[in-house]
């Protein structure tokens, strides 16, 4: 057994294996802040998974630190028996249940999309406020919190701690990271000038912890997730937080230290090649197991010092090893993960039941994607996992009427519908005109110079395994038609046929595409393709071009990127992608040239009109066209009025995300 799946105790907590689901706003609570039976269900099916234990996100403890207006509340006693379904659906399924309280500080604002009166959060009612007002995460204009309100704070959280244990939570988990004021309290750049008691900056934690354990007992197991570096410049790092704050931490007696590493201040990351907020809330290029030195370092600042106490260590762990190194090489006592119990929930149970080939493993493209995000108006769900958040109503019910599905295309949407399809106890049929099942997620990201590509594979890649499980038979390079689908003898028709590049109507772009002058971005992403670019590469259209002029100039080659539009806009799939993009192309000097009309295209030459009229030939070894894509649904016209459905999804219905096509597919299939 290796030690990811040992038991673990720690002062009055036991824990079964060594993986721990970190808490995350989901955003599942109703208007007032009471838990919901979406939010039972979300939990329960985490627990289910195999956790050692489950700690529900932050939860509120005073209304006017909401970060989000649907934030899980403690603020009196009517919220206790809310939690008791939750509660119940984690321990029912042998996790410890634990429960994270939050106050907001300097966060509130955060993602406004209105404009924000002085000290205010975008929610009515909540203020952005902090120990000092130099520094700023949510609204620029934040207030300076008075020691009476600190005071009633503490009080707060310490009156949620004993209804969230009479609500039956084994333990508490306290958000003292990330711009939350107890973190902001800590901060050496949040935190000067202040001349009250809250001057000493652990003070407030030291409070809150104190003042709960007379309330709940000192036996009652505290697990605070707190900042131990906030890898700012100017700001505390892990030998600041040895020396200062940890000899005091460990005197209050916690059971385990929930280690985070960087923070949300508006301040200048210490580390240039990875910003602060990337060691909280990694970006899809953050390098994995981001956390692995920081954990080691502090590991052994901590016995140094004679304060060893129990660690968890989270941040990128995407993969099954990723949990491993992080508890054997980088010597923390517990892997804690999030996003990855969203896209898989069961992974933990996979892991040890030697299933790991059928582990969901995360291409982190945004846990939020269909729902927005956290931040603006979203709840949080998974783009890979269409079950989260949804888990009773979608709950899989065998058929009593087997149905033949002939589904066209497999790729995301097409996969997922024939499995869904499948497990029902549908008889389901695939077929794909290419040689490999994938669709565009199979090429998409091959950018060999660009780090953690190979992600977005992760997707097909489940897919492929989960087909084959099911034993679903698929026919490859079957161009399908009409005739044949009616063949079939359907009942029901799914076009999963995806979208083909879009062209503009241009001169000479049928001889620039015979000579291979002019390539769209699927013939050069594509695995197999034989298409290779020259040293010198125009690539039109910015929005889905930008990665892989990066990609490019990381190769050696001479790039310019030219696009249509007045100023860049990144295609709607590329996400939370998109800030590191710019920063990527701001470090390596590609602008990106607006205004640039392609009206034409001649031997090795393209010939722009620029946003004054002028003409403008420019010279390249090839053009890259990414310029969008069109739907390729012209199947579904074709069948219509047969009598039977024809169901359109995913980019044949309208070009966007796989996520979409995953989603759509899980809704459909279910209503067979």
Known sequence: ????????????????????????????????????????????????????ATIVGATCVRRDGLINERMLGLYDEDYVIEFRDTVTEIKNNDSLAGIQL?????????????????????????????????????????????????????????????RAREAGFDFLSFHFCHGSLPHVNLSLLA????????????????????????LCGKDYPIIPRLCVDENLKGGFDIDYFVEHYAPRLHALGISVLDCTFGSMLMAESRNPDIHSTEFIGPSFYTP???????????????????????????????????????????????????????????????????????????????????????????????????????????????????????????GSGGMEYAITAQEIGHDVVVLEKSGVLGGAMDWAGNYPNLPNMQMLRNQPNYHRRMMDKWEIPVRLNCEATANMILAEAPDVIVIATGAHAALPKIPGLDNARSSGFALTIDEVMARDSASSLGQNVLIFGAGEGAELAIDQKYGGKSVRLLDAKPSYVPANYVGSRAGVIGALMGRLGIKVETGMSLVGLEAGEAIFETADGEEDRIKADNIVLCLGRNPSNELASALQGRGFPVQVIGDARKPRSYANAIHEAAYLARQL
């Open 1 to 52: 057994m290796r030690k990811l799946f040992e038991p673990f105790e720690a002062k009055g907590l036991h824990f079964k294996n060594r993986i721990i689901h970190v808490p995350t706003t989901l955003n599942m609570s109703d208007p007032q802040g009471y838990a919901t039976r979406r939010l039972a269900a979300a939990y329960g099916s985490i627990a289910r998974g195999g956790y050692a």
């Open 102 to 162: 939050f106050y907001g500080g300097l966060i509130p604002g955060l993602g406004t999309t209105i404009p924000l009166e002085a000290g205010k959060g975008w929610i009515p009612g909540t203020v952005s406020w902090g120990p000092g007002n130099k520094y700023f995460i949510g609204n620029p204009d934040c207030d300076v919190i008075p020691t009476e309100e600190y005071e009633d704070i503490v009080e707060s959280y310490a009156q949620a701690g004993r």
């Open 191 to 214: 935190n000067q000038g202040r001349t009250d008691k809250y001057a000493d900056r652990f003070l407030m934690i030291e409070e809150i912890i104190q003042r709960t354990q007379e």
């Open 288 to 410: 994995k197991i981001v956390n692995k030195e920081n954990i080691s370092t502090l590991r052994k600042r901590l016995q140094e010092r004679g304060l060893d106490m129990p660690l968890i260590g989270s941040a990128n762990l995407v993969t099954p090893d990723h949990l491993h190194t992080m508890v054997e090489e980088a010597g923390a006592d517990f892997a804690g993960v999030c996003r990855l119990s969203l896209d898989d929930p069961d992974f933990p149970n996979k892991m040890m039941e030697g299933r790991e080939d059928e582990i969901r493993c995360s291409t982190h493209t945004g846990a939020s994607l269909l729902q927005g995000n956290i931040f603006s108006k979203g709840w949080a769900g998974s783009a890979q996992n269409p079950v989260f958040g949804r888990e009773d109503e979608y709950r899989l019910v065998p058929t009593r009427r087997p149905r033949k599905v002939v589904i066209v295309g497999g």
